[in-house]
């Protein structure tokens, strides 16, 4: 008889205890996450809940919290755009009530009683103006730019003046895009259009150390570094110039290549680089890659000049920069630093001395420290200097202290060259068929001049300087070298006193400048070129002025720089709807990409309360029949079985 082991299988109670409570504390745990997702109604409440997910999310919530920033950037331009818009359309009904007025009161029919009460109407819309221009919105000047918490326009004895910024503020409406939210009050009023633009060339000379960004390059476009290939006629290199700052780099890493004798210097002009080579060298220069850097630098060379000819660069046209030096100017010329210049503007007059600077920089904070409430500044191109005048009403000239600064600058405001027809505020010279003046020098000897229509001021002194010697007289016509306009001075020695008097009841001698009185043999004529004054305060001014005095001419005049204004603010006033319009569709198409992104978001971190309440209830179910199952399971004992 076989013998079978007998199988007594026995659960312990410690095995049974531990598998029921571990049961009990699962079913209770995925019940509290769901109670959780109830009452917060967030699947995802803790980073552990859900690792994937939560970092998502995260990503997310930073994307419309950024979002969020762009928004109110894009809500507070359009609030600010949105009164500039209105600003603007009170300007310009302000100037065509101007307008309406002059119209109104050109003619022979109009008294001068009522024109003096149209200046008092006017007067107001210059007060208008005034206030509209100082307009402020959530505690900024619409149109101070950058210094948007002082008021822009100042009221001065002579007229307005212009303190704000045309740096406008900006803001970031995306990822890549700063924009500002701001107009520029000068371009508005046309507040620093009253200017003296230097007619000079004072393109400096270039050295080693000039920044290759501080060249227009020879084709005027900047230079754009790349490579360039340079080669003997047997030997060729390509030299990679990507990384070159100064004219020196560039000179380095052409002359490291070592190709044959081939090194580079600042040309003999110091505008250009030259190229030159040991005898047996036929240099040229070639593009790499499609680049341009050879054309810039003006070295692009694709046929040899023969053997031992050196490559003569074209000008890469250096820009003035502060820290350019006054001596450098005009390719290595410099300029007159002994005697400076005068500067009048309104009542003011300064004298400016440049001898103790050495930078442009130094010149014109010299220039704009002076008193004389002018702004000087480089122009856009970097190869001239500017002038502004800020103050709209006040006259501006700029002239020489004896020597030839101005001039050389390019800023004096009248000189030999200037056209006749620019003199007297546009009015020219009035001159009649025949003799315009009659001159007599101190020994008594006369002489008529007949001007015969001359384009410049240099032709009336030539006019007279060429009647003077046909008459023997002696009477000598120059332009002034300290201050502004023609000058006659008496050469006969005698005892009696140089005059000039008009002939023929023409106006020529005044329109001239040359009413002043002799004094030591000479008449110093006046300046009758002055920079007047422009912009919407200026032209309101000289119709309210021109209305009092009773003066048609100058009411046409101050009418026709109105209607530029109005055209002006009109055309920003348009650019500016442009730009609300575009903000507005920025603001829409943000909110589009917001509404998808809280919709994934949605759908990763909010609650399905349909599937939680379901799940939640089967919960409960499973624990509900865990805890009376473990109750029953828990209190069998070995009588159970045996029984």
């Known amino acids: 008889m076989a013998i079978l082991p007998l199988q007594l299988a026995r659960v312990s109670n410690l095995l049974r205890t531990n598998v029921a409570t571990g049961t009990i504390a699962k079913q209770q745990q995925s019940l509290l996450e769901v109670q959780n997702e109830l009452s917060t109604g967030k699947k995802i409440n803790s980073p552990?809940?859900?690792?994937?997910?939560?970092?998502?999310?995260?990503?997310?919530?930073?994307?419309?919290?950024?979002?969020?920033?762009?928004?109110?950037?894009?809500?507070?331009?359009?609030?600010?755009?949105?009164?500039?818009?209105?600003?603007?359309?009170?300007?310009?009904?302000?100037?065509?009530?101007?307008?309406?007025?002059?119209?109104?009161?050109?003619?022979?029919?109009?008294?001068?009683?009522?024109?003096?009460?149209a200046a008092a109407v006017v007067k107001s819309i210059y007060n208008q103006v005034l206030t509209t221009g100082n307009t402020e919105f959530e505690g900024v000047y619409i149109f101070a730019g950058d210094r948007s918490t002082e008021a822009p326009f100042k009221e001065t004895s002579g007229g307005v003046e212009y303190v704000g910024s045309p740096t406008v503020l900006q803001n970031q409406y995306d990822e890549n895009t700063v924009l500002p939210f701001m107009v520029d009050g000068n371009a508005v009023f046309g507040a620093l259009s009253t200017r003296v633009e230097g007619s000079a060339d004072l393109t400096p000379a270039m050295d080693t150390t000039t920044r290759i960004e501080d060249v227009r390059g020879a084709t005027g476009d900047g230079v754009r570094l790349g490579s360039i290939q340079i080669s003997n006629g047997s030997v060729s290199a390509d030299v990679d110039l990507s990384s070159a700052d100064t004219m020196q780099d560039v000179i380095n890493s052409i002359n490291a290549a070592g190709v044959g004798g081939i090194t580079a210097s600042i040309g003999a002009d110091n505008m250009s680089l030259q190229l030159t080579g040991a005898a047996g060298d036929d240099i040229t220069v070639k593009e790499v890659g499609g680049g341009t850097t050879a054309s810039d630098l003006g070295i692009l060379t694709t046929t040899g000049g023969g053997a031992g000819n050196p490559v003569n660069g074209a000008s890469v046209k250096p820009t003035i920069t502060p820290l350019t030096k006054l001596a450098d100017l005009k390719g290595g010329a410099g300029i007159d630093l002994t005697d400076g210049i005068t500067i009048t503007n309104g009542s003011v007059t300064k004298s400016i001395d440049f001898s103790g600077d050495t930078t442009v920089e130094d010149m014109l904070n010299t220039i704009n420290n002076a008193g004389a409430s002018v702004r000087a500044e480089i122009n856009d191109t970097g190869t001239g200097i500017n002038i502004l005048n800020p103050n709209e009403g006040a006259q501006m000239t700029i002239a020489e202290n004896g020597g030839t600064t101005a001039a050389d600058l390019g800023v004096r405001s009248f000189t030999a060259n200037t056209p006749l027809s620019e003199l007297n505020n546009g009015k020219g010279v009035r001159?009649?068929?025949?003799?315009?003046?009659?001159?007599?020098?101190?020994?008594?000897?006369?002489?008529?001049?007949?001007?015969?229509?001359?384009?410049?001021?240099?032709?009336?002194?030539?006019?007279?300087?060429?009647?003077?010697?046909?008459?023997?007289?002696?009477?000598?016509?120059?332009?002034?070298?300290?201050?502004?306009?023609?000058?006659?001075?008496?050469?006969?020695?005698?005892?009696?006193?140089?005059?000039?008097?008009?002939?023929?009841?023409?106006?020529?001698?005044?329109?001239?400048?040359?009413?002043?009185?002799?004094?030591?043999?000479?008449?110093?004529?006046?300046?009758?070129?002055?920079v007047t004054p422009q912009g919407v305060f200026a032209n309101v001014k000289k119709l309210e002025d021109a209305l009092e005095s009773n003066d048609q001419a100058g009411i046409t005049a101050a009418a026709q720089g109105l209607k530029d204004d109005y055209d002006r603010v009109v055309r920003i006033r348009g650019e500016t709807g442009a730009r609300v319009q575009e903000i507005q569709s920025r603001q829409d198409s943000l909110d589009s990409q917001n509404l998808a992104t809280k919709a994934l978001l949605s759908s990763l971190q909010d609650t399905d309360f349909t599937s939680a309440i379901t799940q939640f209830q089967s919960l409960q179910t499973s624990l509900q029949a865990t805890l009376q199952s473990s109750a029953k399971i828990l209190n069998m004992s070995l009588m159970d079985f045996l029984g």
């Open 48 to 117: 552990s809940d859900d690792p994937g997910n939560a970092a998502i999310v995260q990503q997310l919530q930073k994307t419309l919290e950024q979002r969020q920033g762009y928004s109110d950037n894009l809500q507070q331009a359009n609030s600010h755009l949105g009164e500039v818009d209105t600003t603007l359309g009170s300007l310009t009904d302000l100037l065509q009530q101007a307008q309406s007025i002059a119209s109104a009161n050109v003619g022979s029919d109009v008294t001068a009683d009522q024109r003096a009460s």
């Open 431 to 530: 001159m009649v068929d025949g003799d315009d003046m009659t001159l007599t020098d101190s020994s008594g000897k006369s002489f008529n001049v007949d001007l015969n229509n001359p384009s410049t001021i240099q032709d009336v002194i030539d006019s007279i300087n060429s009647a003077a010697t046909t008459a023997g007289a002696g009477v000598t016509a120059s332009f002034a070298t300290t201050g502004n306009g023609i000058v006659l001075t008496d050469t006969a020695g005698g005892a009696g006193k140089l005059t000039a008097t008009a002939a023929n009841f023409s106006n020529a001698l005044t329109d001239l400048g040359l009413t002043t009185p002799e004094s030591g043999g000479v008449i110093n004529g006046t300046d009758v070129d002055p």
